[in-house]
């Protein structure tokens, strides 16, 4: 039996990623996983605030960490890399005296204790399971080669996250696979791609995320999939600007995983919201003879 | 009773901190104190001859000595009051640098607290009694765990000082690590060259009896007179039998057992004999990939066999040997990399450990001494070496320096560039530590004038390209990210304990250290004993090490092991519990949580059953003592009256009014 999961989108799955919430939720349903996404949530502390004051992030995320509680829920899921940081840092800090003291005293409702928060991919990992999705599959992805990449923070620090390995994690591979896809032995899953460079170093990222492209387009693969809204963003959207910069022309769509995942458990395009891609995956999904 | 105090100054250790002569001062009104003065330095020569002459010159029955740790000194000062013709257990030593004058500042409290710590001693020698150890027979024969090199070297120089010596290996072959080893350095000469002949000393020494392919499965006993349980393992050969032909192995038709003497390179039979040089040079068969033994269908060697050797029903046997010491040599395992991801360990066949490198340089190695890529055959013309995989790192658990991977990564790379000419050699490092003779003058030569390319800098990631594999790093002195493509990539990876080495300590009832090494009894000044008395250290089991250092340390622990027994006769330690017969009402709780199986159940004259302590393998722990509901359990020298009164001294002080 899977333990209810509270689920907390963040503010990138109501604006920039809404597919990656959609597709997301989709394949949960699909796969038996509750998610009940907690009432009235705010922000998780994570960017800005996190870098002015760690206590008042650590409040920030603590609220939506003792909402979850109070509803009665064992853990939190979250999709994005970056509010699952703040959320399990939060909760580790809850779980010692002075620091929920400190952060207490910032909420109106006070949070007695950490609760367990889980990316996206561990949960559909380890609540679903490649067996399970395998068994699910409809519409195998087969003769689609993907590279996964899972950016620089979903599995780090270690310490902190705690989930698969952090240096070659394997996880949304053996999702992949499951699903009939050709997974790539892709050398640089946990590189950075530079997307929070993007305004004041924009050499850097074209290095950065030029060098992820090049490897994926090298290994010949169709598509890349990816866990992270801004990842996707800087690696999709930015890929003419990139490609401009190495004089290399790319077309590699980037979906998220749950996109793939959720075509491979025949969910229609519009409930994955493959429309919202910068770049055209028609051509890598007519491979699929599922039609451009 | 007369009693003498001495409080030391220790220089300014203790007087910077603690004012020693009101300490003194103070001590002269204390029950049966006769003299009290302090002095500089207590335990030099002047210092102990103030003791002797004191207790002549006042009539002394003991003497307290107000310093440094028990651990530093005490025997030194119980020979001194022996000396003064007194019982060396009618005295006391109160710690006042390392638990006063080191950790407080405050002079007028340290004072106070040193003259507390004073009065307890006094207040402790007052009912201290006269106690004399025991003489007892030791059985002059010798116990070496390990084959390697260091246990080599220990069991020869016991067995050539007159010991009899028992070899315990576990696998099937003496050598250990040296045994693989293509060439050592500094001196790039041939490893079986410098060990073959010391194994086949250890074969032909008539005092050496060697238990190959065995274990010790228990040790009971004490120093003098330990008695070893040693496990046998079924080796489905008769060794009396085999002469080591290898018709056997021709034609054994099970070619997928592992080979850990190549490191796994290369696929072994079922049956084997780890090396051509092996001691013993006998045949085992591993039953986990035997066709007979799994399946019932084969009987090949049995039937090639010329000697009749194969016996397919052999079971473990044990064996017990009785001895008066132990030397642990069981030294080291290396890292396992696949724990790095990022370095592809296990993942690309081109990426491969040190230790596989060199038996790939062995001319007796799996591919005749070629160096080549293990993907396809290929001659590498570029060679990346990656220190300390392994070492040096917190986040993995492994913060210590594995001290000889910089060592053997540039003999590698001096060798890569003997076997190819013109090879491109790297060697990422964080630092190089070469503090051995002639070792930094042999780092020089790799960079110098073998053109080795040495990046100081971690790699970050190692992945392939086409077929070859890029190794992405930093070059911390060019503070920039540097790319290397290699042919071949070897993992210079670390040392880690022995597996077992944890089992192994509970049986010797030693410590080991956080890392899994076995601990010395004081790093300094105990560096081959241990805490169990008769139990020595040799080699890499007590810390990575290298040849020379492993050799050192287990002639060391052999010269150890010969003094023991040089008297003939061992002395007890009188400090160790007592039973009243007449308090003890036989539940035999203290025989029940005794760690040390020190305590046996005893039918008095009564017929009653009562608890007995064996004076020789009681530590002197107290377990029992505190267990005792009757109190009938005392610690010879640590009763329930001494402590006791120690804290009734300590709590007739005042407690000092705080800031
Ligand atoms: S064939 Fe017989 S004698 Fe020869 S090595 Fe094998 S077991 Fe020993
Ligand atoms: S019986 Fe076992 S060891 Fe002997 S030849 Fe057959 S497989 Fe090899």
Redesign the interface.
């Given at each position: 039996m899977s333990p209810a999961f509270a689920y907390y989108p963040g503010c990138s799955l109501e604006g920039t990623a809404v597919e990656y919430d959609r597709s997301g939720r989709a394949c949960c349903a699909v796969l038996g996983i509750e998610l009940t996404e907690i009432p009235d949530w705010s922000c998780c502390g994570s960017s800005p605030a996190h870098a002015v004051d760690t206590v008042l992030s650590g409040a920030l995320a603590a609220r939506n960490l003792g909402l979850a509680r109070q509803g009665g829920f064992g853990g939190v899921v979250t999709p994005c890399p970056n509010c699952l940081v703040n959320l399990r840092t939060a909760s580790r800090d809850l779980d010692d005296p002075d620091r929920r003291a400190r952060i207490n005293a910032l909420l109106s409702t006070p949070c007695e204790g950490g609760l367990p928060a889980v990316s996206l991919l561990q949960a559909l990992h380890e609540q679903a399971g490649p067996a399970a999705l395998a068994a699910a599959v409809v519409r195998p992805l087969a003769g689609l080669k993907v590279a996964p990449y899972y950016g620089c923070i979903l599995h780090r620090p270690?310490g902190l996250m705690a989930f698969d390995?952090?240096?070659?994690?394997v996880a949304m591979d053996q999702l992949l696979e499951a699903a009939g896809a050709e997974v790539v032995?892709f050398?640089?899953k946990t590189?950075c791609c530079g997307a929070s460079y993007g305004v004041p170093r924009k050499d850097l990222v074209m290095e950065l995320s030029g060098r992820l492209l090049e490897?994926a387009a090298?290994l010949g693969a169709d598509a890349l999939a990816v866990a992270c809204p801004l990842c996707q963003m800087n690696l999709d959207l930015r890929q003419d600007q990139i490609a401009a910069s190495r004089r290399r022309a790319f077309g590699i769509p980037v979906f998220y995983f749950t996109q793939l995942l959720g075509l491979a458990l025949g969910l229609g395009r519009a409930d994955l919201g493959l429309d919202r891609l910068v770049v055209d995956p028609g051509p890598a999904l007519r491979k699929l003879g599922t039609g451009g | 009773m007369r009693l003498g105090v001495f409080v030391c100054h220790c220089g300014s250790n203790i007087a910077a901190t603690v004012d020693c002569a009101a300490v003194a001062e103070a001590a002269r009104a204390m029950p049966d104190v006769a003299f009290a003065a302090d002095s500089i330095y207590t335990c030099s020569e002047p210092g102990q001859e103030a003791i002797v002459a004191a207790v002549a010159e006042h009539g002394l029955d003991g003497v307290v000595v107000a310093s440094c740790s028990p651990r530093m000194h005490e025997r030194t000062f119980r020979r001194t009051v022996a000396r003064a013709g007194l019982n060396p257990y009618m005295f006391e030593m109160a710690n006042i640098r390392e638990h006063v004058s080191w950790v407080g500042r405050d002079k007028e409290r340290n004072t106070a607290k040193a003259t507390d710590l004073v009065r307890m001693a006094v207040e402790k020698l007052r009912r201290n009694r006269p106690l004399t150890p025991r003489e007892f027979p030791a059985t002059r024969r010798v116990l070496v765990i390990g084959g390697g090199v260091a246990g080599i070297q220990a069991a020869l120089d016991c067995a050539d000082g007159g010991l009899e010596v028992v070899l315990v290996e576990r696998t099937a072959s003496i050598g250990g690590k040296m045994a693989q080893l293509d060439k050592t350095f500094p001196t790039v000469d041939c490893s079986s060259c410098v060990l073959g002949p010391r194994m086949v000393d250890v074969a032909q020494h008539p005092d050496i009896t060697l238990y190959a392919y065995s274990e010790v499965a228990a040790v009971s006993g004490w120093v003098g007179n330990f008695e070893v349980s040693i496990r046998r393992k079924a080796t489905y050969v008769d060794w009396n039998k085999c002469t080591g032909c290898g018709e056997c192995i021709k034609k054994c038709p099970a070619k997928d057992a592992p080979d850990p003497f190549n490191a796994g390179l290369a696929p072994a039979r079922a049956i084997n004999i780890p090396f051509p040089q092996a001691i013993p040079k006998k045949a085992v068969i591993n039953a986990a990939h035997c066709k007979q033994l799994t399946t019932g269908k084969c009987g090949v060697c049995a039937k090639v066999c010329p000697s009749g050797a194969i016996d397919y029903a052999m079971t473990d046997t044990t064996v017990t040997e009785k001895v008066g010491a132990v030397i642990v040599a069981t030294g080291y395992e290396l890292f396992d990399p696949t724990v790095y991801g990022q370095y592809g360990g296990g993942r690309y066949p081109d990426v491969i450990t040190s230790m596989q490198y060199e038996r790939m340089l062995s001319a007796s190695g799996p591919t005749g001494g070629h160096v080549v890529r293990p993907s396809d055959g290929r001659e590498p013309q570029s060679v990346v070496f990656i220190q300390c995989v392994g070492s040096r790192d917190r986040h993995i658990g492994r913060p210590y320096c594995s001290g000889f991977c910089c060592m053997y990564t540039a003999k590698q790379a001096i060798l890569t560039r003997d076997h190819v000419p013109g090879a491109q050699t790297y060697v990422f490092y964080m630092d190089i530590r070469s503090p051995g003779k002639g070792y930094d003058e042999f780092i020089r030569r790799a960079m110098e004038e073998y053109g080795v390319r040495y990046v100081r800098g971690r790699v970050s990631r190692i992945f392939p390209k086409g077929d070859r594999l890029v190794v992405r790093g930093a070059d911390t002195l060019m503070a920039a990210q540097v790319q290397v493509e290699a042919d071949l990539v070897v993992l210079a990876v670390g040392a880690e304990h022995a597996p077992g080495a944890q089992e192994l300590a509970a049986t010797l009832r030693v410590s080991i250290d956080e890392h899994g090494f076995f601990l010395e009894g004081h790093p300094k000044l105990k560096p081959v004993e241990t805490n169990t008395a008769g139990v020595y250290l040799a080699g890499a089991c007590q810390g990575p090490k290298d040849i020379p250092a492993s050799v050192s340390q287990a002639s060391a622990a052999a010269a150890k092991v010969l003094g023991l027994f040089a008297r003939g006769t061992l002395a007890s330690d009188p400090q160790v519990a007592l039973v009243d017969p007449r308090r003890c009402v036989g539940c035999l709780k203290c025989l029940k949580t005794c760690p040390f199986g020190a305590i046996r159940e005893e039918q008095g004259r009564d017929g009653a059953v009562r608890a007995l302590v064996v004076e020789t393998v009681c530590q002197g722990c107290g377990v029992c003592c505190v267990t005792c509901p009757q109190g009938a359990v005392q610690l010879q020298h640590f009763t329930d009256d001494q402590i006791l009164a120690e804290v009734e001294a300590l709590c007739r002080t005042p407690l000092p009014t705080c800031g």
């Amino acid at each position: 039996m899977s333990p209810a999961f509270a689920y907390y989108p963040g503010c990138s799955l109501e604006g920039t990623a809404v597919e990656y919430d959609r597709s997301g939720r989709a394949c949960c349903a699909v796969l038996g996983i509750e998610l009940t996404e907690i009432p009235d949530w705010s922000c998780c502390g994570s960017s800005p605030a996190h870098a002015v004051d760690t206590v008042l992030s650590g409040a920030l995320a603590a609220r939506n960490l003792g909402l979850a509680r109070q509803g009665g829920f064992g853990g939190v899921v979250t999709p994005c890399p970056n509010c699952l940081v703040n959320l399990r840092t939060a909760s580790r800090d809850l779980d010692d005296p002075d620091r929920r003291a400190r952060i207490n005293a910032l909420l109106s409702t006070p949070c007695e204790g950490g609760l367990p928060a889980v990316s996206l991919l561990q949960a559909l990992h380890e609540q679903a399971g490649p067996a399970a999705l395998a068994a699910a599959v409809v519409r195998p992805l087969a003769g689609l080669k993907v590279a996964p990449y899972y950016g620089c923070i979903l599995h780090r620090p270690p310490g902190l996250m705690a989930f698969d390995d952090p240096e070659n994690p394997v996880a949304m591979d053996q999702l992949l696979e499951a699903a009939g896809a050709e997974v790539v032995a892709f050398p640089f899953k946990t590189e950075c791609c530079g997307a929070s460079y993007g305004v004041p170093r924009k050499d850097l990222v074209m290095e950065l995320s030029g060098r992820l492209l090049e490897a994926a387009a090298d290994l010949g693969a169709d598509a890349l999939a990816v866990a992270c809204p801004l990842c996707q963003m800087n690696l999709d959207l930015r890929q003419d600007q990139i490609a401009a910069s190495r004089r290399r022309a790319f077309g590699i769509p980037v979906f998220y995983f749950t996109q793939l995942l959720g075509l491979a458990l025949g969910l229609g395009r519009a409930d994955l919201g493959l429309d919202r891609l910068v770049v055209d995956p028609g051509p890598a999904l007519r491979k699929l003879g599922t039609g451009g | 009773m007369r009693l003498g105090v001495f409080v030391c100054h220790c220089g300014s250790n203790i007087a910077a901190t603690v004012d020693c002569a009101a300490v003194a001062e103070a001590a002269r009104a204390m029950p049966d104190v006769a003299f009290a003065a302090d002095s500089i330095y207590t335990c030099s020569e002047p210092g102990q001859e103030a003791i002797v002459a004191a207790v002549a010159e006042h009539g002394l029955d003991g003497v307290v000595v107000a310093s440094c740790s028990p651990r530093m000194h005490e025997r030194t000062f119980r020979r001194t009051v022996a000396r003064a013709g007194l019982n060396p257990y009618m005295f006391e030593m109160a710690n006042i640098r390392e638990h006063v004058s080191w950790v407080g500042r405050d002079k007028e409290r340290n004072t106070a607290k040193a003259t507390d710590l004073v009065r307890m001693a006094v207040e402790k020698l007052r009912r201290n009694r006269p106690l004399t150890p025991r003489e007892f027979p030791a059985t002059r024969r010798v116990l070496v765990i390990g084959g390697g090199v260091a246990g080599i070297q220990a069991a020869l120089d016991c067995a050539d000082g007159g010991l009899e010596v028992v070899l315990v290996e576990r696998t099937a072959s003496i050598g250990g690590k040296m045994a693989q080893l293509d060439k050592t350095f500094p001196t790039v000469d041939c490893s079986s060259c410098v060990l073959g002949p010391r194994m086949v000393d250890v074969a032909q020494h008539p005092d050496i009896t060697l238990y190959a392919y065995s274990e010790v499965a228990a040790v009971s006993g004490w120093v003098g007179n330990f008695e070893v349980s040693i496990r046998r393992k079924a080796t489905y050969v008769d060794w009396n039998k085999c002469t080591g032909c290898g018709e056997c192995i021709k034609k054994c038709p099970a070619k997928d057992a592992p080979d850990p003497f190549n490191a796994g390179l290369a696929p072994a039979r079922a049956i084997n004999i780890p090396f051509p040089q092996a001691i013993p040079k006998k045949a085992v068969i591993n039953a986990a990939h035997c066709k007979q033994l799994t399946t019932g269908k084969c009987g090949v060697c049995a039937k090639v066999c010329p000697s009749g050797a194969i016996d397919y029903a052999m079971t473990d046997t044990t064996v017990t040997e009785k001895v008066g010491a132990v030397i642990v040599a069981t030294g080291y395992e290396l890292f396992d990399p696949t724990v790095y991801g990022q370095y592809g360990g296990g993942r690309y066949p081109d990426v491969i450990t040190s230790m596989q490198y060199e038996r790939m340089l062995s001319a007796s190695g799996p591919t005749g001494g070629h160096v080549v890529r293990p993907s396809d055959g290929r001659e590498p013309q570029s060679v990346v070496f990656i220190q300390c995989v392994g070492s040096r790192d917190r986040h993995i658990g492994r913060p210590y320096c594995s001290g000889f991977c910089c060592m053997y990564t540039a003999k590698q790379a001096i060798l890569t560039r003997d076997h190819v000419p013109g090879a491109q050699t790297y060697v990422f490092y964080m630092d190089i530590r070469s503090p051995g003779k002639g070792y930094d003058e042999f780092i020089r030569r790799a960079m110098e004038e073998y053109g080795v390319r040495y990046v100081r800098g971690r790699v970050s990631r190692i992945f392939p390209k086409g077929d070859r594999l890029v190794v992405r790093g930093a070059d911390t002195l060019m503070a920039a990210q540097v790319q290397v493509e290699a042919d071949l990539v070897v993992l210079a990876v670390g040392a880690e304990h022995a597996p077992g080495a944890q089992e192994l300590a509970a049986t010797l009832r030693v410590s080991i250290d956080e890392h899994g090494f076995f601990l010395e009894g004081h790093p300094k000044l105990k560096p081959v004993e241990t805490n169990t008395a008769g139990v020595y250290l040799a080699g890499a089991c007590q810390g990575p090490k290298d040849i020379p250092a492993s050799v050192s340390q287990a002639s060391a622990a052999a010269a150890k092991v010969l003094g023991l027994f040089a008297r003939g006769t061992l002395a007890s330690d009188p400090q160790v519990a007592l039973v009243d017969p007449r308090r003890c009402v036989g539940c035999l709780k203290c025989l029940k949580t005794c760690p040390f199986g020190a305590i046996r159940e005893e039918q008095g004259r009564d017929g009653a059953v009562r608890a007995l302590v064996v004076e020789t393998v009681c530590q002197g722990c107290g377990v029992c003592c505190v267990t005792c509901p009757q109190g009938a359990v005392q610690l010879q020298h640590f009763t329930d009256d001494q402590i006791l009164a120690e804290v009734e001294a300590l709590c007739r002080t005042p407690l000092p009014t705080c800031g």
